[in-house]
């Protein structure tokens, strides 16, 4: 089976091409730089370099969110009209799993987590399944961290945190859980595109034409709409 | 035997996902609208965050839909164009996305486009162009006077300085009370009424093609405003008649003045604004028995679309435009440049 996989969901833009067992090739940065400008040369090239064709592909994964909404449409567009025109499957992954195969050895609980302004996350709880396979514990969520802390303070086993946003919440987790929390290093931050390649490969496929990004959110306009409306 | 060109549009610049096929640049083969007005009628305009959200959605549905229709494969195609701004950003990326990725998965040149030229050249899906020719664009977002000596290069000799004249007609409607977009409404109960109440005409400078209609906004408000202080009773139909007749007697006349002066063979009205009746008939009245040829596409090719995206396209595929796959979408793009 070969994949293509894409993630332009956050600030990391990654890319890797599959062929059953192997990783051909992987492209990652982590750059406040344009998404729609850089995705598509970016396919282009390591398609090029891997030696693949579009025709050849099987199978197309994309990360579908939560995260930059801009951002997650871009991939999301993308891979939608590569799987619907070539006639080849589509796969979606939660873009928070994808980040919490850094854990996936860990042992303990893995806690992926983005930013999502006024000291809200969007985060999930992972933990290890059977086969060393991340399993998910707490469904994917935008929360006030503060809650998600006080939640996470019930569980008795070390818990992982993950992400490139760490930086500006981790004084906050360590004042929650204390030792309970291991901040993950440098390394573990990107979200890797071949871990989202390999996920991919292992779920069932969706209906292309109604799939859309996870956004874990309504727009503000529909919220304000709602309550306008006493729903 | 000369290869027919097909090309393959999107437009998602705005609050319509729209993919269109047109062969030899003049053939309408398909020609699919999405829109989502119904959906932001609820927020009383277009919210961007949501239309770029049902633009995900629909994408591959529209473009399917457009294939089937014209009884196509992407192997018959020739070139994929795109609308590359200017519009919504969000809104333009799913497009420029879209397009991308069609034309990368086949192998086919890529055609970026602007918005008002595909306004335009939704006009040579009913007639063919003749030059030197003067185009009126008036939609909810532009209101120009666009020269054109030949195919694929414009000159903007006037447009407007604050608001266009499909926003005044949305603000008045506001005013008056009318659901969103307001523009029809306004049209539909201008016919009914008389012309009867003082509403500024903006002539700005005597030379100037330039337009102005945040003056008789606030004119019409006041009126509103004042009457009611008064505790006078204002026709409804009889303001929508005056300021109809204040928006398109500035339009149409310096439309003429404009064509005299460039001494054009046609002009062209572009647009959604080209849907109302008031500015139909006065264009007509205006310019009949004139030596100039006046051209009103059908109401569908004037509300967005992507006809016109690949009209235009065709005009630029052929000069040899092509977009790689950096193209961006850009919401601010310059028509002259082009
Ligand atoms: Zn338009």
Redesign the pocket.
């Known amino acids: 089976m070969k994949v293509l996989a894409i993630d332009t969901s956050n600030l990391v833009m990654g890319i890797a091409v599959l062929d059953n067992g192997k990783v051909l090739g992987e492209y990652i940065t982590n750059l406040k730089k344009n998404h729609s400008i850089r995705v598509m040369p970016a396919i282009e090239q390591l398609m090029e370099e891997t030696g693949v064709k579009p025709a050849e592909l099987d199978r197309i994964v994309v990360a579908k969110g939560p995260g930059s909404y801009t951002g997650v449409r871009i991939g999301v567009t993308i891979a939608k009209t590569l799987a619907w025109t070539l006639k080849k499957e589509l796969v979606g992954i939660s873009s928070l799993e994808v980040l919490a195969q850094s854990g996936k050895y860990f042992g303990g609980y893995t806690v992926p987590l983005f930013d999502a302004r006024r000291t809200q996350v969007f985060t999930g709880l992972y933990g290890n399944g059977d086969n060393g396979k991340l399993q998910t514990v707490l469904e994917d969520r935008i929360i006030l961290l503060k809650d998600w802390l006080e939640e996470l303070q019930k569980l008795e086993e070390k818990i992982l945190f993950i992400g490139n946003d760490l930086p500006l919440h981790q004084e906050t987790i360590i004042e929650f859980l204390g030792s309970q929390a291991v901040l993950g290093q440098v390394a573990d931050h990107n979200p890797r595109p071949s871990e989202l390649g390999r996920i991919g490969m292992e779920r069932e496929p969706e209906d292309i034409h109604t799939f859309t990004p996870s956004y874990l959110q309504l727009a503000e306009a529909e919220v304000n709409w709602l309550k306008s409306q006493g729903k | 035997m000369i290869k027919d060109e097909i090309i393959l549009a999107i437009e998602t610049?705005?609050d319509e996902t729209a993919v269109a096929i047109v062969k030899n640049g003049t053939e309408l083969l398909a020609n699919i609208v999405a829109s989502q007005i119904e959906s932001h009628k609820r927020f009383g305009g277009v919210v961007p965050e949501v239309a770029s959200r049902h633009h995900v959605e629909q994408i591959t549905i529209v473009i399917e839909e457009a294939l089937n229709e014209a009884k196509l494969e992407p192997a018959d195609l020739t070139a994929v164009a795109v609308t590359e701004g200017p519009g919504l950003v969000g809104a333009l990326l799913i497009g420029v996305n879209a397009a991308k990725a069609f034309a990368f998965a086949h192998g086919l040149p890529l055609v970026p486009v602007h918005?008002i030229a595909g306004?335009i050249y939704a006009n040579r899906l009913v007639k063919e162009m003749t030059f030197p020719l003067l185009s009126l664009i008036v939609?909810?977002?532009?209101t120009e006077l666009v020269i054109m000596k030949e195919h694929g290069t414009f000159q903007v000799i006037g447009e407007t300085r604050d608001d266009a004249a499909g926003e005044a007609y949305d603000k008045v409607a506001r005013t008056l009370k009318m659901p969103y977009p307001g523009g029809p409404h306004i049209d539909k109960l201008a016919q009914v009424g008389e012309p009867n109440i003082d509403l500024p005409r903006a002539w700005l400078e005597p030379e100037s093609f330039d337009f102005s209609f945040s003056g008789l906004k606030s004119a019409v408000i006041n009126t509103v405003h004042n009457a009611e202080q008064r505790g006078q009773v204002i026709k409804p139909e009889d303001l929508a008649a005056s300021f109809q007749a204040s928006v398109v007697d500035v339009l149409v006349e310096k439309t003429f003045r404009a064509a005299q002066q460039y001494d054009v063979k046609q002009v062209l009205l572009a647009?959604?604004v080209a849907a109302n009746k008031g500015l139909r008939q006065q264009l007509e009245n205006r310019f009949k028995d004139t030596k100039f040829d006046l051209v009103i596409p059908p109401l569908h090719l004037c509300t967005?679309n992507a006809a016109m995206i690949a009209a235009a396209g065709s005009v630029a595929y052929q000069k040899g435009t092509r977009g790689d796959m950096a193209l961006n979408g850009v919401p601010g793009l310059d028509l002259e440049a082009q």
């Open positions: 610049s705005c918005h306004h939609s909810g977002g532009h647009g959604g967005d």
